[in-house]
Nanobody, 129 residues
Framework: QVQLVESGGGSVQAGGSLRLSCVAS???????MAWVRQAPGKEREVVAT???????????AYADSVKGRFTIARDFAPNTVVLQMDNLKPEDTAMYYC????????????????????WGQGTQVTVSS
């Protein structure tokens, strides 16, 4: 199990950018990581993943709603994952959570929120029109 702490949320106007960071209590090299958001009244949605495959490589996957606008990356530090969010839209407004799973995934599995067992407390992102 790993503890996760998110930061970087805030309020921006549509078209703006934010960079979220997630710091883990231990190395995440052997974890599949995800950013998951939840808007009021909606279910949690995986928006970006950096998942680990059986051949020990990390790959990225994105929800269609954020492709081309969001970028997930494992930072140089071994226990950090970031989410760069560009061209933000009002519909991106949500609480954003960092999530981790100590297992291998396919791209399809990585986008399933139920696959992740470790979660942070979340950071709020608000985008105004």
């Amino acid at each position: 199990q790993v503890q996760l702490v998110e930061s970087g949320g805030g309020s921006v106007q549509a078209g703006g950018s934010l960079r979220l960071s997630c710091v883990a209590s231990a190395s995440i090299a052997a974890y599949s990581m995800a950013w998951v958001r939840q808007a009021p009244g909606k279910e949690r949605e995986v928006v970006a993943t950096s998942y680990l495959t059986r051949d020990r490589f990390h790959y990225n996957a994105y929800a269609d709603s954020v492709k081309g606008r969001f970028t997930i990356a494992r930072d140089f530090a071994p226990n950090t994952v970031v989410l760069q969010m560009d061209n933000l839209k009002p519909e991106d407004t949500a609480m954003y959570y960092c999530a981790a799973a100590g297992r291998f995934f396919t791209a399809f599995q990585s986008l399933d929120r139920n696959q992740y067992g470790d979660w942070g407390q979340g950071t709020q992102v608000t985008v105004s029109s």
